[in-house]
């Protein structure tokens, strides 16, 4: 992350940190800043003084499941630091915790001023976007109450509400009104000659409708102990390649991350099950095609994230068209959000359908599971849902209509709903943009993939010979009418999509790639797609980018139009290891495991497009999650695909 923010992640809560463990209430800006649970800011204030100044940073947070640092009072070389301040920090579920520790560094009795200055403002995470957007509160009020032991904030607007609690041990000797609506907890602290005495703050957060009884961890380290028991639990069975000691400790890596990625959600009957969040900062939700992809990577070793997401991405499918205009009936929701502006629609994410490829997705997942589990109880639990969802495909989506899954801009929403969202995405190698319906490349692999796999499950585990074959043909329709009316014969590769006029839209993308995941085209088109992936102006040395350098729409740094996306490139790697390519699966392999050494084993959502040819090392992409499932489940992707060597 830029900004020197560290984050610190546990399910749908997470805190980002300055360097001296400190939240300075920032408020716009490419970096969260404060204490977050399920979309609001439930710490805005986090900051410490020590005898009224602030202290310097002996060393600063490194970036781990626990926020430690080392600080000192302001002084000169002439005039030792009187005492030495252990901070440590960790985030557990809806909860935060600090324990701080005060040695003295003199042979005499000696007192400290510590003061923490806190403050909850509440404010939904889509208000401190880099959008500089504003939305109105009618109504909106924030209290305070001093407790024996600490501080409460609330919030109320309407029915909303929303409560912080701080509650210290030793209790604050005072607790002091700032002016600015913050509070200052106070101590003053007697040290014996080189003593030590500790301080521990938990911060517990009730976002609105939270009825579970929650519980403070006691300190840090036992939410370290948590997540260490955790990510043991996800490492669990999985056979790390001996042969490639890099990929094996990029695996455990984003095992590790996934672990802590996991948010809570409901299936059909209203169990409680943990789903794969998007990623962290901007996205620990539910965002269907990110635990669909995250789970399918994973399926070899995690079933489980399969058998979770499933029944969740069915229990929020459209029955109707309801409030938003996008939610058809079968369609899988794109993104679930609970945060105070979604709940009072002032952004379209509480329940937002705008997706073309989820759908799909989810009958891909479904078919996968069964296949390799064994288990048919999903696929006969989740028909109705199924059946749905290839309804949706046929009617809505444009499969009988159109030919293919279609979608238009959504005002207010995304322009684009297929894996590349950004407002540019979808465009021609000029960069011009296609008007009307778009019909991406991509998104017809997985129906193609869908229908198949729904097919096989109705003759297998539903008994429906006559609907299995009317899929395979619908298939089979629809690959022939692809690779007729996608394919552009001038550079033997297909087009990115077409527009709503049924004009190719010709940029060389790296959605081809998914083309191969999915199998829809002829082994002979599949080959040359598979080997142009490779040369120099799709593949950067760290993956292949996702729009070939030399094309006027292309730029290293642009969120779709020339970055490498990690996901993106093990979808890649998967195809090509389909149709035979294996050097190239290889190659592409090698590549984003290099990448993830460099960086401590970890893959982020994205980095730039910058050639490996002209700077030794990945150049990361701005405004990327550093903490995201899909990047965290490559490693995965990459040992499915390539095997351990």
Same mark, same amino acid.
């Given at each position: 992350m830029t900004d020197r923010h560290h984050l610190l992640v546990h399910g749908a809560t997470f805190a980002a940190v300055g360097d001296r463990g400190d939240i300075s209430g920032v408020r716009g800006g490419g970096s969260p800043d404060g204490l977050f649970v399920r979309d609001a800011r439930h710490l805005s204030r986090w900051q410490l003084t020590v005898d009224g100044g602030v202290p310097e940073v002996l060393t600063p947070v490194t970036d781990g499941d626990a926020a430690r640092c080392v600080l000192v009072p302001r002084g000169g070389r002439q005039e030792p630091p009187a005492h030495t301040l252990f901070r440590q920090q960790a985030v557990g579920d809806s909860s935060f915790v600090e324990s701080l520790r005060v040695t003295s560094n003199r042979p005499v009795p000696t007192t400290v001023r510590l003061a923490i200055t806190a403050d909850a403002d509440f404010t939904d995470q889509f208000e401190l976007r880099s959008d500089h957007r504003t939305y109105a509160k009618p109504g909106a009020v924030r209290s305070r109450e001093v407790l024996d032991d600490g501080i409460e904030f609330t919030y109320r607007r309407a029915e909303w509400q929303s409560r912080t609690t701080i509650i210290a041990d030793p209790a604050p000797d005072a607790v002091e009104e700032t002016g600015t609506g913050a509070r200052r907890l106070v101590w003053t602290l007697d040290l014996a000659p080189h003593g030590t005495t500790e301080l521990v703050l938990r911060v517990m957060a009730r976002p609105h409708g939270e009825k579970?009884?929650?519980?403070?961890?006691?300190?840090?380290?036992?939410v370290r102990?948590?997540?260490?028991?955790?990510?043991?639990?996800?490492?669990?069975?999985?056979?790390?390649?001996?042969?490639?000691?890099?990929?094996?400790?990029?695996?455990?890596?984003?095992?590790?991350?996934?672990?802590?990625?996991?948010?809570?959600?409901?299936g059909p009957d209203g169990e409680e099950v943990r789903v794969p969040a998007g990623g962290a900062p901007w996205f620990l939700a539910l965002l269907a095609r990110d635990a669909l992809l995250t789970s399918l990577f994973a399926l070899p070793y995690r079933p489980e994230l399969a058998a979770a997401t499933l029944p969740a991405l069915a229990a929020t499918q459209a029955t109707g068209s309801g409030s938003s205009p996008l939610a058809q009936?079968?369609?899988?929701?794109?993104?679930?959000?609970?945060?105070?502006?979604?709940?009072?629609?002032?952004?379209?994410?509480?329940?937002?359908?705008?997706?073309?490829?989820a759908t799909p997705l989810f009958l891909i997942l479904l078919g996968a599971y069964v296949e390799q589990t064994g288990d048919s109880g999903p696929a006969r639990r989740l028909e109705p849902h199924a059946r749905a969802a290839v309804g949706w495909m046929l009617d809505h989506g444009g499969l009988t209509s159109?030919?293919?899954?279609?979608?238009?801009?959504?005002?207010?929403?995304l322009a684009n709903q297929n894996w590349k969202d950004s407002p540019g995405a979808i465009c021609c190698a000029d960069g011009t943009r296609p008007t009307g319906a778009v019909m991406?490349?991509?998104?017809?692999?997985?129906?193609?993939? $869908? &229908?198949?796999?729904? @097919?096989?499950? *109705?003759?297998?585990?539903?008994g429906d010979e006559t609907y299995g074959a009317l899929l395979e043909q619908a298939a089979a329709d629809l690959r022939d009418r692809f690779q007729r009316d996608f394919w552009m014969r001038e550079h033997s590769f297909p087009a990115l999509a077409l527009d709503g006029e049924g004009r190719q839209v010709d940029a060389l993308a790296s959605d081809a790639g998914h083309l191969l995941w999915s199998g829809l085209l002829d082994k002979?088109?599949?080959?040359?797609?598979?080997?142009?992936?490779?040369?120099?102006?799709?593949?950067?040395?760290?993956?292949?980018?996702?729009?070939?350098?030399?094309?006027?729409a292309y730029h290293p740094l642009?969120?779709?139009?020339?970055?490498v996306w990690p996901h993106d490139n093990a979808l890649i790697t998967l195809g090509l290891a389909r149709y035979g390519l294996h050097d190239e699966a290889r190659a592409v392999a090698h $590549? &984003?495991?290099?990448? @993830?050494?460099? *960086?401590?084993?970890?893959?982020?959502?994205?980095?730039?497009?910058y050639g490996r040819d002209t700077h030794p090392e990945p150049v990361p992409y701005p405004h990327a999650c550093v903490r995201e499932a899909r990047s965290a489940v490559v490693p995965l992707a990459l040992l499915t695909a390539v095997g351990g060597v």
């Open positions: 579970r009884a929650l519980r403070v961890p006691r300190d840090p380290a036992s102990e948590q997540l260490r028991a955790l990510e043991g639990e996800f490492m669990e069975g999985v056979a790390f390649p001996t042969g490639w000691p890099e990929l094996a400790a990029a695996c455990a890596r984003g095992l590790a991350d996934l672990a802590a990625l996991q948010v809570p959600a409901r009936p079968g369609k899988i929701v794109h993104e679930v959000r609970h945060g105070e502006l979604a709940h009072f629609g002032q952004v379209p994410f509480r329940r937002y359908y705008g997706s073309v490829d159109r030919g293919y899954l279609v979608y238009r801009a959504d005002e207010g929403g991406a490349a991509g998104a017809q692999g997985y129906a193609y993939d $869908a &229908l198949r796999r729904t @097919a096989w499950l *109705a003759r297998t585990a539903w002979e088109y599949g080959e040359l797609v598979g080997r142009r992936l490779l040369e120099p102006d799709f593949f950067s040395g760290w993956g292949v980018r996702t729009l070939a350098s030399g094309q006027p642009s969120y779709h139009r020339g970055s $590549a &984003l495991v290099d990448a @993830a050494t460099v *960086a401590g084993h970890r893959l982020p959502e994205v980095l730039a497009g």
